[in-house]
């Protein structure tokens, strides 16, 4: 029995593969990488992951070729059908959407990506595919995050929070241990139509602590002259 749905994350470049992995480590699967398409093919060939996460300029294969092996192999554990393909990529011309989703692809989205979105479409996928019951919650400490049911607890206390304190919550923990600016709070919080004073974020960030932090032990952190950030404590 797997702790958590299993993940294939394939990208060449080291910063998006290690960001992704971590990000939905904290949202409770299962996972594992690989930096060109061969590798992917002989992961997958040796334990067929529940679901992919396919980069389609690789330096070997690229993500279309990959996708095609990838339906040559058995899914394994009783799961009926081809392996689930989520491609994840900067190719963003409408003739490659078609082919990616003319190959098999269950969905496509091109990067910059939001990453809650992202975790929606790969919970989306799964339920699909039979491969998931619902979304799993995040943990940081002693902070668990309900990302469906829209629940935050810490050390087993419920904690109420507006909508907009709650998206805020989600994304700092969602980035767990990346400096955030207020520029990027804004961006992915507040999204694009946002035109007002960017010091909303501080009240924001302050309204969080007072119901978050309230105990000896801070996960939430200024980072003067950057941002603000949501660290595990110190062992």
């Known amino acids: 029995m797997r702790d958590g749905e299993r993940l294939l994350v394939v990208d060449d470049e080291p910063t998006v593969r290690e960001l992704l992995s971590a990000t939905l480590r904290f949202a409770g699967f299962t996972v594992s990488s690989a930096e060109s398409g061969v590798q992917a093919?002989?992961?997958a060939g040796l334990d067929p992951p529940d679901l992919v996460l396919l980069d389609v300029m690789l330096p070997d294969l690229d993500g279309f070729e990959v996708i095609r092996r990838l339906r040559m192999l058995p899914r394994?554990?009783?799961?009926?059908?081809?392996?689930?393909?989520?491609?994840?990529?900067?190719?963003?011309?409408?003739?490659?959407?078609?082919n990616g989703l003319r190959l098999g692809g269950d969905d496509y989205v091109t990067k910059p990506f939001d990453l809650e979105e992202l975790l929606a479409r790969i919970r989306a996928i799964l339920r699909r595919t039979g491969a998931a019951p619902g979304a799993g919650t995040l943990r940081v400490a002693d902070l668990e995050v309900d990302p469906e049911g829209h629940q935050v607890t810490r050390a087993g206390q419920a904690v109420r929070l507006s909508p907009t304190e709650f998206r805020l919550l989600l994304h700092l923990v969602l980035n767990a241990g990346r400096v955030l600016s207020k520029a990027q709070i804004l961006e992915h919080v507040w999204r694009y139509d946002f035109a007002g004073d960017s010091s909303i974020v501080d009240t924001y960030v302050s309204y969080l602590r007072r119901k978050v932090d309230t105990g000896d032990t801070k996960l939430i952190h200024t980072v003067h002259g950057v941002g603000y950030v949501l660290r595990r404590p110190k062992q």
């Open 76 to 98: 394994g554990e009783g799961r009926p059908g081809p392996v689930p393909v989520l491609f994840l990529t900067a190719r963003d011309a409408t003739a490659d959407k078609i």
């Open 41 to 43: 093919l002989e992961s």
